[in-house]
C-alpha cells in the first residue's frame, strides 16, 4: 500500500471558498440531526416530565453548545412562556411563612417602588398630624373630660364615707379607709384602745363603705378603660384620614391583581391598627425610609411589612429565561435565607431571602452538567423533588443539617414551569435507567449526538463554518481552505 493511503487526506479544491471570512459562522450543530430533532421536540412540548437528558459531545463543551443552540431556538417559539415577576412580602397571619406573590413582568419593581413611596408618605404626614396643636387639643380635651368624670366618681364616694364616720383617701397603693374620731383621722393606737363593742360596731358600718368602694374601684378602671379606647379610637381615625390617600393611589394601581391586592388590604389595616405605634414614632425625627435603611445593630425593622423583596425580576427581560449553572451547589440552585446576628441569635424576614438559578430560570430553561450537578450534596435530589412537585421550595441547607440556630422561615412555594436540560454520557443515561426509579418519569427525552458523522462535503463546508465561528469568537485570524483541509 503507497505510504500516502495510510493517513486519511482532503483535497482542498473540493471546498468552495477561498479563506473562511467569506463563510457564516456556524449557528447549529454538525450531522446531529437526530439529536437536534429530539432537542426541539423537548425545547417545544410544554408538559410535566418532557425534560431532556443529553448525552454524547464527550470533551466537546456540550453545555456551552446546548446554550448556545436554545437560545436560537427560544425565539422560534412565539412567547410559549409566559413572564412573571415574584415578589416577597410579610404575612400578617405567620411572619415566618412569608407571602409569594406572581406579579406580570415589570409590575414587581413598581410594587416595590410605590410600597417604598408609601411608607415615606405616611411617615411623613402622620409625624406632621400627631405633632400638630389641633391634635394635642383634641387628645387633652379626651383625657381632661376623663379626669372629671373620675374626680366626681372619688368625690361621690368620699362624701358618703363621711357621712358614715370615715376618711376616705385613694392612694396609688389602693384605697385606704379610716374610722374618724373627733373630726381627724384615727390613730392606730386608738382604734386598738377602743371595746370589742366598739370595734364591732365600726366593722359594721365600714362593711357598706367597702362595697362602695370596690364599686367605684370598678367604674374608674372602667372609665380609664373608656378614656384609653377613646384615644386609641381617635388615633385610628386621625390615622385612617392621613393615609387612605397613598393607600388609594397603590390600591388602584394594583386593582387588577387580586393577590396584590388582598396583600395591601391586609396592610391598611395593619396600619391602622398600629396607629398608637405610629404615634409614638412621631415624637421621633422624622426621616426618610428606604430599602436600604435598616435599624441599626441588626435590630428587627418596624416597618418590615411594608418592604417588598422583589426575588425575581423579569422587567427587562423579552425572552424566556436562560440560564446556564456551571457551579451547581445547593444555595446557588435553590437559593438561601440571609440571617443578621442581633442579641446573641440570628435573625431573617422576607427581605433576605435570595434566588436561586431554578427561580431565575422559572418560565424558561435551566441548563445543567450531570457529573457537576451529581458532586454536590442534595442538588440532583433537589432536582427531582423540584419536577415532581411543580413547585420551588427556598429551604436553608444548613439549617437542615442542624449547623445554625435561631429564627427559621418557611417561604411560601413558588409554582415553577421551567425546562431542565441535563448535559450527560450514556454510561450516566445508562445508571439512572436502571437504577433511578423516577428518572424515565422526570426525563422523558433524551438527545443523544453521535461521536462520528459522513465524511462529506456538505460537512466538510461546515467545518469551515465552524472554524470561522472560532476565529470570530476567540478573534484568531482566518484559516484559507488548505488550512481547513489539513484540520479535517
Known amino acids: 500500500m503507497p505510504i500516502e493511503r495510510l493517513r486519511a487526506s482532503f483535497d482542498a ?15 447549529e450543530f454538525i450531522g446531529q440531526d437526530r439529536a437536534t430533532r429530539s432537542l426541539e421536540f423537548g425545547l417545544g412540548l410544554r408538559k410535566p416530565g418532557y425534560n431532556v437528558f443529553v448525552t454524547g459531545l464527550t470533551g466537546t463543551g456540550k453545555a456551552s453548545a446546548i446554550l448556545e443552540y436554545v437560545r436560537r431556538e427560544v425565539g422560534k417559539l412565539d412567547g410559549q412562556a409566559e413572564l412573571h415577576d415574584w ?156 393615609v387612605k390617600g397613598p393607600f388609594d393611589l397603590i390600591t388602584q394601581e394594583f386593582a387588577h391583581l387580586p393577590d396584590v391586592s388582598a396583600f395591601l388590604a391586609r396592610l391598611r389595616e395593619f396600619t391602622l391598627a398600629g396607629a398608637d405605634f405610629l404615634r409614638q414614632l412621631a415624637t421621633q425625627p422624622a426621616t426618610i425610609a428606604t430599602p436600604s435603611e435598616m435599624p441599626p445593630g441588626g435590630a428587627p425593622d418596624p416597618f ?48 433576605m431571602l435570595k434566588p436561586g438559578a431554578v427561580h431565575r430560570a422559572n418560565g424558561g430553561y435551566l441548563i445543567l452538567t450531570f457529573a457537576d450537578l451529581i458532586a454536590r450534596p442534595g442538588a440532583w435530589d433537589g432536582i427531582k423533588r423540584m419536577i415532581r412537585a411543580g413547585v420551588i421550595q427556598l429551604e436553608d441547607q444548613v439549617e437542615q443539617l442542624g449547623l445554625m440556630q435561631g429564627q427559621t422561615l418557611r417561604p411560601e412555594p413558588i409554582p415553577v414551569d421551567e425546562k431542565v436540560i441535563i448535559a450527560g454520557d450514556a454510561l450516566a443515561y445508562v445508571l439512572l435507567s436502571s437504577y433511578d426509579d423516577q428518572f424515565w418519569e422526570l426525563f422523558k427525552v433524551r438527545a443523544d449526538f453521535d461521536y462520528q458523522i459522513e465524511r462529506d462535503h456538505e460537512h466538510a463546508m461546515a467545518y469551515g463554518r465552524f472554524i470561522c465561528a472560532v476565529c470570530e469568537r476567540e478573534k484568531l485570524r482566518h484559516f484559507d481552505r488548505s488550512a481547513v483541509a489539513q484540520f479535517i
Request: charged fraction near 25%; include cysteine; glycine fraction near 6%.
Open 304 to 351: 418590615l411589612a411594608f418592604r417588598v423583596n422583589l426575588f425575581i425580576d423579569n422587567s427587562g427581560a423579552t425572552d424566556p429565561p436562560i440560564i446556564l449553572e456551571q457551579n451547581p451547589t445547593w444555595t446557588n440552585l435553590f437559593g438561601r435565607i440571609d440571617r443578621r446576628a442581633y442579641l446573641g441569635t440570628y435573625l431573617s424576614d422576607h427581605t
Open 87 to 242: 415578589c416577597y412580602v410579610f404575612n400578617f397571619d405567620e411572619p415566618d411563612r412569608p407571602n409569594a406573590l406572581s406579579l406580570p413582568a415589570g409590575s414587581g419593581k413598581k410594587l416595590r417602588e410605590l410600597a417604598d413611596g408609601l411608607l415615606n408618605a405616611i411617615r411623613t404626614n402622620i409625624a406632621h398630624v400627631f405633632s400638630s396643636e389641633e391634635y394635642e387639643r383634641q387628645r387633652r380635651q379626651v383625657f381632661d373630660e376623663g379626669q372629671q368624670r373620675g374626680q366626681a366618681l372619688i368625690e361621690e364616694a368620699q362624701h358618703k364615707a363621711d357621712a358614715a364616720g370615715f376618711l376616705l383617701n385613694f392612694l396609688p397603693s389602693g384605697p385606704a379607709i379610716v374610722p374618724v374620731k373627733d373630726g381627724r383621722a384615727m390613730l392606730p393606737d386608738e382604734f386598738t384602745a377602743l371595746s370589742l363593742e366598739e370595734r364591732h360596731a365600726i366593722g359594721e358600718r365600714e362593711r357598706p363603705i367597702d362595697g362602695m368602694v370596690a364599686e367605684v374601684g370598678e367604674k374608674l378602671r372602667a372609665l380609664e378603660r373608656d378614656v384609653a379606647s377613646s384615644m386609641q379610637t381617635m388615633d385610628r381615625r386621625v390615622v385612617e384620614t392621613t
Open 13 to 27: 479544491s473540493t471546498l468552495t471558498f477561498d479563506c473562511t471570512d467569506e463563510l457564516a459562522p456556524l449557528s
